[in-house]
């Protein structure tokens, strides 16, 4: 890349840095999806800048883990912080801020949900967060997979979710491998209605209590 190219990136970044960086990740921590927060940006914005910048925030914040939850000790989490120089303009910097997470690997025991013995998986799922907090909850997600790799089509189960999940899930850039989402509210729906209608397999993850549990598909 030639110093003039180099350059230009900078500028362009740090043109959308101080145009909608900022407010992009703020809409997302509110929970609006990727088409919301293009909606309510100001600052023309292509989507796929939106999509992009959201999912990299998540995996700042945590709400998104690439690797398997417990398999590492303390993770690093990043905030952004506005400063002026002395004619008042702003930058943005980022900066790391500690996650507190537990200093060793889990040591996972694991087991098979069961409805019979654990009832139903709505109120299962709420039951475990609360005793580990939606910070120490994850599931597995495996949305970017190619279908031929999945005992269903993944656009296929799209199809039980409302168009508020739908459009959540579809919203992001999912890649070709399983990653894991913070069991927050909107994922637990999500997941209870893939689950319900035979749509999901995977695991759940419960750091706090050091709980693995392999979720199959329900007949």
């Known amino acids: 890349m030639s110093e003039q190219d180099y350059f230009k990136n900078a500028l362009s970044d740090f043109t959308f840095e101080a145009a909608c960086g900022g407010a992009i990740r703020h809409l997302?921590?509110?929970?609006?999806?990727?088409?919301?927060?293009?909606?309510?940006?100001?600052?023309?914005?292509?989507?796929?800048?939106?999509?992009?910048?959201?999912?990299?925030?998540?995996?700042?914040?945590?709400?998104?883990?690439?690797?398997?939850?417990?398999?590492?000790?303390?993770?690093?989490?990043?905030?952004?912080?506005?400063?002026?120089?002395?004619?008042?303009?702003a930058s943005f910097r980022r900066v790391a801020v500690s996650a507190g997470g537990p200093g060793e690997p889990v040591i996972w025991r694991e087991r098979d949900f069961s409805p019979e013995r654990d009832g139903t998986f709505t109120d299962f799922l709420a039951a475990k967060c609360r005793e580990n907090s939606p910070d120490n909850a994850y599931v597995s997600c495996a949305f970017g997979l190619n279908a031929e790799r999945e005992s269903a089509s993944p656009k296929a189960s799209f199809q039980v979710l409302d168009k508020r999940q739908q459009d959540y899930i579809q919203g992001l850039p999912w890649p070709e491998k399983i990653v894991y989402h913070r069991l927050d509210s909107r994922m637990r729906e999500i997941i209870v209605k893939l689950y319900e209608n035979a749509c999901y397999r995977g695991t759940c993850y419960f750091l706090k209590t050091g709980e693995k549990l392999h979720i199959r598909n329900k007949t």
Not at 53 to 65: N, S, Y
Not at 66 to 71: D, M, N, Q, R, S
């Open 28 to 89: 997302a921590d509110l929970g609006y999806t990727v088409s919301q927060i293009k909606e309510q940006l100001a600052f023309p914005t292509a989507l796929e800048k939106v999509r992009k910048t959201v999912w990299e925030h998540m995996l700042d914040t945590g709400a998104l883990c690439l690797e398997e939850p417990g398999k590492q000790g303390t993770s690093e989490k990043f905030d952004y912080i506005r400063e002026y120089d002395q004619y008042g303009k």
